[in-house]
């Protein structure tokens, strides 16, 4: 997908990304800058239709706009003359891999290229890492096309004929963590781009951490190339399938349904709990107050939260505040787009983790933005109390409850 971002191709370097959001509830997608133009101002994603998000993009037609691009973000490739570097690039992690080939043999290294997938329909860019390789090696699993085998199969080949000096490795991380235990026993060094998790890409959410010679490390902002062989890669795949569940559940609500539908707010349990109470008499509960650490015990450890959080009780007594709005105005204060009432109202009737799902449906990571969302700017700020009798929303649980 070639993207007009004049900024961005202007600026860009091997090894950098941008993050994409399509529609204004999208999700935040790190991709990496395949290609670019200076000249005509564009730069190019190449996209896997995996999920949703995913699918979006590459629904959209020739002249239609992506709703955010925001980039060039990351570290860029370290590049020098060291003799002759493997690249090593599975599925569409070829894409990352293209500028980084091209820039080392720039640098006057030889560049021994190898590109491997399942079969011959997944492997892209031959053409284009031909031009810019001295010799390239194509695997399939299959046997499709080039040889058959895995992309380590042709890594032993190389390593056993001559002198590898570098080894640039991205694709699946399962890929790459084989890659890097090849190479650790031969003693090459390798560099590893990983495309973690991620939601900000600032590295102020904490979402795409890895650990990295011990220490916890942020992709977007440390990375996303690291020492191979000081990364922590059976951690990384553990939290990458965390979410698979939720990702296939939302694929199937996208192509079934379209568009997924909020909680139903006329449904019979919604009817009977705005009938149990009534709206003006939920004007008058008063705010539960959030218990807290005393500054003593604060000031004991670093690690301890401030809030101790709502017991089961007192949440669903600050979600009976909630006035079940036909209009949430909260909604539009929410830059995920959370259904914020029907989170709520499973909280009054006691369902925490009905609750957690409604969260689950338009977030992925609800631990995440609860701990850094602003309520009061936001979701808080649109709030029928707030507008209407200039008293406090009822949304400490958005809040609360995300984290």
């Avoid at 810019?132 to 895995?150: L, N, P, R």
């Avoid at 380590?152 to 991380?173: F, N, Q, S, W, Y």
């Avoid at 003006?280 to 809030?307: A, G, H």
């Amino acid at each position: 997908m070639v993207v007009e971002a004049p900024l961005i191709a202007k600026s860009r370097k091997p090894g950098n990304f941008v993050i994409v959001r399509v529609g204004e509830k999208g999700e935040r997608m790190p991709l990496t800058i395949s290609d670019a133009d200076p000249v005509k101002g564009t730069i190019t994603l190449v996209i896997q239709k995996m999920g949703v998000s995913s699918t979006k993009l590459c629904n959209l037609e020739e002249g239609e706009y992506i709703t955010d691009l925001v980039g060039p973000l990351g570290k860029a490739t370290h590049i020098e003359k060291v003799g002759t570097v493997l690249a090593c690039g599975g599925g569409v992690g070829v894409a990352p891999l293209l500028p980084i080939i091209r820039a080392f043999k720039a640098a006057g290294n030889r560049v021994v290229s190898i590109l491997a997938a399942r079969t011959k329909e997944l492997i892209i860019l031959e053409d284009e890492v031909r031009k810019a390789s001295d010799e390239v090696i194509i695997m399939t699993d299959d046997g499709s096309y080039g040889k058959q085998g895995v992309v380590t199969v042709g890594m032993e080949e190389v390593i056993g004929r001559e002198k590898v000096d570098l080894c640039v490795t991205i694709g699946p991380a399962i890929m790459m963590k084989f890659c890097a235990l090849l190479t650790k026993k031969y003693e090459i060094p390798t560099i590893a781009s990983l495309n973690a998790i991620m939601v900000d890409g600032t590295g102020m959410c904490g979402a795409c951490r890895v650990t990295v010679g011990g220490k916890t490390r942020f992709t977007c902002v440390d990375g996303p190339e690291f020492d191979a062989h000081q990364i922590d890669f059976n951690e990384m795949l553990s939290r990458l399938g965390g979410f698979k569940g939720a990702e296939t559940e939302k694929m199937e609500e996208f192509v079934h349904h379209g568009e997924c539908a909020l909680s139903d707010r006329n449904a019979d349990w919604r009817k009977a709990l705005r009938e149990t109470v009534k709206a003006k008499e939920r004007t008058m509960i008063e705010r539960v107050k959030m218990p807290e650490r005393t500054p003593q015990e604060r000031i004991s450890s670093q690690r301890l939260e401030v809030n101790t959080g709502l017991t089961k009780e007192m949440a669903m007594q600050e979600a009976r505040r909630c006035q079940d709005c036909a209009n949430p105005t909260c909604m539009e204060g929410c830059p995920v787009g959370i259904d914020i009432p029907g989170f709520i109202k499973n909280i009054e009737r006691g369902e925490i983790l009905e609750a957690a799902a409604v969260l689950k449906k338009t977030s992925a990571l609800p631990a995440v933005c609860g701990r850094v969302c602003p309520q009061e700017k936001q979701c808080e700020s649109k709030c029928f109390y707030l507008q209407k009798m200039k008293s406090t929303g009822s949304y400490r649980l958005s809040g609360t409850f995300c984290s």
